[in-house]
């Protein structure tokens, strides 16, 4: 019975978080309960938590995450600057007169928008309140106005720079790292952030790509769900040209981006610098848009001191967590049973992305990354899988997971912004598309992995 704790230890946090208990504190408190009846009744050994002070040293040391609230804040100032209004203003103006063009604009703008803010959350509800109202008014199906509208939000798992794959890559590096200590591989190579960044820019451009051909699928079958809209009515009510309007509403993103992952892939710069340079970039914008004020950016620095905390007190009680699951012996459970399952390393692969897509339902991405990553990610990588392939297909899984009815996290923050008239079986019936393509975009990458592999290797090239 005492070798089955490890797996009580993670049901307790469940019911915590079910009961509402905030994730850092249910993950730290339950491991202290545990750890506390375990040593009276000696099934815990006290020594694993001396460790703590070191893992709570190296996570305020790491000069990887200093590239989180600099992403944040990058994010925050580019709301607060309009620019995502401004930008679909811009492609509704290209491509609205064509069949579907409404919703290729907000595709294209749901990618550049998370590239630059790299949120899923932020990029859901920034989307449903610009572009959901327009595309409503227009004659767009409810259904496939929403599911283009929560898809494209959750791009921001995936397109760099983004903050999901800062800290998956951070997390995936020490994984490696332990993976090839424990194969006997004493001088182990590594794997950066970088590396995810760039190994994720063929499958996010294969997304958005597939996204663009369902709904010109969706325009010419059904041409009532995605209409033309006249190029009259598209115009902005500004005298200036089309072309300086466009010129206007694109480059600046695009500047911005090309800035942040062009110094990344070129090696001028790591994601922590290059985080800088897009926070800069971001100030600098909404200064040139006038948006930029002492409250505008008290309110930024506010919210992104906020989000950072919590990512960071996460963090803690995640480290927390992993120190007393493996006291418990939980890693040897782990692998025991990954083991004996069929399949080899497809088994395993398979049981890992079933566990981490249903837990996608109830934790954030964050949680998953710091709580079960590092648990199965050493085991998975030990039987020879490639870092930066399991790393995107973990985004690209978790990405689904938040789409997924009925408890996915991008229908609840469109539900949140919605209009009272769209139905919530109306977004849950315009994700289900999305969805297959993301499976099959899982499976394309299974099949496949060099679609993920060959880029960092040509870039990363000695």
């Not at 309009?82 to 290729?104: H, P, T, V, Y």
């Not at 020490?174 to 970088?194: C, D, R």
């Not at 190994?199 to 709904?215: E, K, M, R």
């Not at 892939?265 to 848009?289: H, M």
Request: hydrophobic share 55%; net charge negative.
């Amino acid at each position: 019975m005492a070798e089955f704790i490890p797996l009580w230890l993670f049901a307790g946090v469940c019911v915590c978080l079910l009961f509402g208990y905030p994730v850092a504190f249910s993950l730290g408190g339950t491991a202290l309960i545990f750890a506390a009846v375990g040593s009276l009744v000696g099934t815990f050994d006290g020594v694993f938590l001396e460790a703590l002070p070191n893992r709570l040293f190296g996570i305020i040391g790491n000069e990887t995450l200093i590239a989180v609230p600099l992403f944040v804040l990058m994010g925050v100032l580019l709301e607060k600057s309009k620019l995502a209004e401004r930008l679909l203003d811009s492609m509704a103006m290209l491509f609205g007169s064509l069949r579907g063009g409404l919703g290729i604009s907000v595709i294209l703008v749901g990618m550049l928008l998370a590239a630059s803010t790299g949120i899923v959350g932020a990029t859901v509800v920034t989307m449903g309140m610009i572009s959901l109202p327009t595309m409503l008014r227009r004659g767009y199906d409810p259904s496939l106005a929403a599911g283009t509208i929560c898809a494209t939000g959750t791009l921001g798992q995936i397109i760099p720079p983004s903050i999901a794959l800062v800290l998956l890559g951070d997390v995936m590096s020490n994984a490696f790292q332990k993976a090839q200590l424990e194969m006997g591989i004493f001088s182990p190579k590594t794997i950066s952030v970088g590396d995810l960044f760039v190994g994720a820019l063929i499958p996010g451009l294969i997304l958005v790509s597939l996204y663009i051909v369902y709904v010109i699928a969706v325009a010419w079958l059904q041409p009532h769900k995605a209409p033309a809209v006249p190029r009259d009515e598209l115009r902005s009510g500004s005298d200036e040209p089309l072309a300086l309007q466009l010129i206007k509403g694109l480059v600046p993103p695009l500047l911005l981006i090309f800035a942040v992952l062009g110094s990344i892939l070129s090696g001028v710069a790591t994601p922590t610098e290059a985080a800088g340079v897009g926070a800069l970039g971001a100030a600098i914008l909404a200064w040139v848009s006038g948006k930029l004020s002492l409250p505008t950016l008290k309110d930024a620095v506010y919210s992104t001191t906020k989000v950072t905390s919590m990512v960071f007190m996460i963090l803690i009680g995640a480290s927390l967590f992993s120190l007393v699951f493996r006291g418990f012996g939980g890693e040897e459970l782990i692998q025991d049973f990954f083991s004996q399952l069929p399949g080899g390393v497809v088994g395993a692969m398979i049981v890992v992305m079933l566990l981490m897509f249903f837990l996608g339902f109830i934790l954030d991405f964050i949680e998953i990354t710091f709580v079960v990553v590092p648990i199965v990610a050493p085991v998975l990588l030990a039987m020879g899988l490639d870092p930066v392939w399991l790393g995107i297909m973990m985004a690209i899984n978790l990405q689904t997971s938040f789409l997924t009815p009925p408890f996915g996290f991008a229908l609840f923050y469109l539900r949140g912004v919605a209009p009272p008239e769209l139905k919530t079986q109306a977004i849950y019936k315009g994700v289900l598309p999305f969805i297959l393509i993301q499976v099959f975009v899982l499976l394309m990458l299974s099949i496949w992995p060099e679609l993920v592999t060959w880029l960092p290797e040509q870039v990363y090239a000695d």
